[in-house]
């Protein structure tokens, strides 16, 4: 893991650092003695985020010090495009981390093929693991899927040494036979197959 973020501790309103160009944040968990309250570049953050979302992790340095993070929470202004705030959770490589990750649906264009589609109802999991073993996206093979068949969290093929917190019964996406002219159901928000490479 090579990301390095860095931040200054935040002393001004944070209605004043977002007129200045940064993003406030929190830092917070186990890696740290005290919440901190801090602030980013908003270039720096934006670079960050086009290839990493909530899940993610990261090293953030601050006075020196670089702390092992995964981002918890990103709130986004009116628009959707432009971060307002952001959380990490500070933690060891060792240590049980419970956080939100997004699917990655490969395969979908064998379904396009043989004019189906993917309806997705859910584009994320809440999981658990070390933080050293946590994926940042998993990935769900739908090329072999069937018209009327569904996939629920259940299904899904977890890394090893990751446990499953979302409901195992909560169905994930289902597919039914294309509609003439119909296009495949885009994810809902912006997933890690939309974000540009590292």
């Known amino acids: 893991m090579s990301n390095v973020i ?16 940064y993003v406030p944040g929190n830092i917070y968990g186990p890696g740290v003695e005290r919440n901190l309250n801090v602030q980013f570049e908003g270039r720096v953050i934006n670079r960050f985020l086009k290839n ?21 929470q990103v709130q986004y202004g009116i ?26 649906f490969i395969g979908r264009e064998k379904l396009a093929g043989n004019r189906l589609v993917l309806n997705i109802i859910e584009d994320e999991a809440e999981i658990q693991g070390l933080l050293k073993d946590l994926p940042e996206v998993i990935e769900i093979d739908v090329s072999e899927m069937q018209d ?3 996939i629920t969290m259940g299904d899904v093929v977890l890394p090893e040494g990751i446990r499953l917190l979302s409901r195992e019964d909560a169905v994930v996406a289902k597919v039914v036979s294309a509609e003439p002219g119909a296009e495949a159901e885009d994810e809902p928000g912006v997933t890690a197959e939309d974000r540009e490479p590292a």
Do not use: M, Q, W
């Open 6 to 21: 860095v931040a200054e501790e935040r002393k001004e309103k944070t209605s004043k650092i977002r007129r200045d160009g």
């Open 52 to 72: 990493h979302s909530t899940g993610s992790k990261t090293k953030v340095k601050i006075n020196d010090r670089e702390l092992l993070c995964v981002v918890k």
């Open 79 to 104: 628009t959707g495009n432009n971060p307002i705030h952001i959380d990490f959770y500070a933690s060891s490589e060792d240590s049980p981390v419970k956080v939100t990750v997004p699917f990655r």
């Open 148 to 150: 009327g068949s569904e």
